[in-house]
């Protein structure tokens, strides 16, 4: 069965460096999301993406974030200057359309900022 | 903002008996909800869904129920069993361009032998 897939598992950063999160879509999905899960908090929104664009961002998403696609298969997340409130889990999700067609989740990156 | 809330953070239930999980939600223009199903450090699996055209939607030993009125939908789990132990996300949704998810705070169910 396709899943989506997600690496690393874990990271761990010092606060200000640059972290590229990794995600493979499933192949034949066009619309891809990342969310995360502070620890102890629901999952947020946060960016979602169609044809190498980003159709919306939430206020999470601020300019240390972005999101590309840099080849047929990868879908990556990057936080430019990590801060310690970044420190959550990153889930990726894809979906085969719209409206309203499952999205289906990878097991997540654990993101620790020190 | 809390437009989806699940106001019961546990739930206990005895194998074989109904599991029932609430969620309500403030948005009235939520027409797609969808429960996840989360073992820890693990992603959320989608269990099942249901859009807002229908009040009941089934699939095996899941059925959830939407009450438009009240704002309002469960997830029956019958009969339980000691695997469905994990926590339980609702989420929902509107018709946009985007489909982003909208998620509660989550319930965890413990089934015990």
């Known amino acids: 069965e396709p899943e989506v897939t997600q690496t690393p598992s874990h990271q761990v950063t010092q606060m200000g460096q640059e972290v590229i999160l990794r995600c493979v879509p499933i192949?034949?999905?066009?619309?891809f999301y990342w969310y995360r899960q502070i620890l102890g908090q629901k999952v947020e929104f946060l960016v979602s993406f169609y044809n190498n664009e980003i159709s919306e961002k939430s206020e999470i998403f601020d300019d240390q974030f972005s999101v590309e696609r840099p080849d047929g298969s990868n879908f990556t997340l990057k936080i430019r200057s990590t801060k310690l409130e970044d420190s959550a889990m990153y889930f990726c999700?894809?979906?085969?359309?719209?409206?309203?067609?499952?999205?289906?989740f990878g097991p997540g990156t654990r993101l620790l900022v020190l | 903002d809390q437009q989806v809330k699940q106001n019961s953070p546990s739930l206990s239930v005895q194998e074989g008996r109904i599991s029932i999980l609430n969620c309500d939600y403030t948005?009235?223009?939520?027409?797609?909800f969808l429960w996840y199903k989360k073992y820890p450090a693990e992603g959320p699996t989608f269990l099942i869904s249901?859009?807002?055209?229908?009040d009941k939607n089934e699939d095996g030993r899941f059925t959830v129920f939407l009450n438009k009125s009240a704002k309002h939908l469960s997830l029956h789990i019958v009969p339980s069993q000691p695997g469905d132990s994990a926590v339980y996300f609702c989420a929902a949704s509107e018709a946009s361009d985007t489909d982003k998810l909208i998620f509660g705070t989550g319930t965890r169910l413990q089934v015990f032998p």
């Open positions: 999700a894809s979906s085969e359309g719209l409206p309203h067609t499952t999205q289906y």
């Open positions: 192949s034949n999905h066009l619309y």
């Open positions: 948005n009235s223009m939520f027409d797609y």
């Open positions: 249901i859009s807002s055209i229908k």
